[in-house]
C-alpha cells in the first residue's frame, strides 16, 4: 500500500521560508516522477514542481527562482523548499507521484496517481 504523509507546512510571514516533506511508504522515491501541487480555496489545483528518477526538475513559472524540489533517497522523502514566500502562494500543498509503470516526462501536466493528504502553508502580508 502506497502512502504520501506531507509535513511541514504552517504560517509565515511574507518574506518567509518553510520546508515540506513528503515522506513515502511502499513506493520509492527515486524510481519515478514525483511532484508538489498546492490549492488555493476557490482555486483550480495547480502544479508547483517535479522531480524525474534522473533528477531533473522542473517548476511552475510563479515559483521558479524561489522554491526548490529535491529528494533524500535514503530517508525515501520529497521535499519543498520554499523561500521568499508570498501570500499568493497560500494554499494545500499536496505530494504526489505516478504509477510506478508509468514512462513519459515528468511534467507539472501528467497525471498522477498518488497522493497526500496534504500540508496547509498560510503566508500572511
Known amino acids: 500500500q502506497v502512502r504520501l504523509v506531507e509535513s511541514g507546512g504552517g504560517m509565515v510571514q511574507a518574506g518567509g521560508s518553510l520546508r515540506l516533506s513528503c515522506a513515502a511508504s511502499g513506493y520509492t522515491v527515486s524510481s519515478n516522477c514525483l511532484g508538489w501541487f498546492r490549492q488555493a480555496p476557490g482555486k483550480a489545483r495547480e502544479g508547483v514542481a517535479t522531480?524525474?528518477?534522473?533528477?531533473?526538475?522542473r517548476y511552475a513559472g510563479s515559483v521558479e527562482g524561489r522554491f526548490t524540489i529535491s529528494r533524500d533517497n535514503a530517508k525515501n522523502t520529497l521535499y519543498l523548499e520554499m523561500n521568499s514566500l508570498k501570500p499568493e502562494d497560500s494554499a494545500l500543498y499536496y505530494c504526489a507521484a505516478l504509477h510506478p509503470l508509468a514512462v513519459g516526462y515528468c511534467y507539472l501536466s501528467r497525471r498522477f496517481y498518488y497522493w497526500g493528504q496534504g500540508t496547509q502553508v498560510t503566508v500572511s502580508s
Open positions: 522531480v524525474d528518477s534522473d533528477g531533473t526538475t
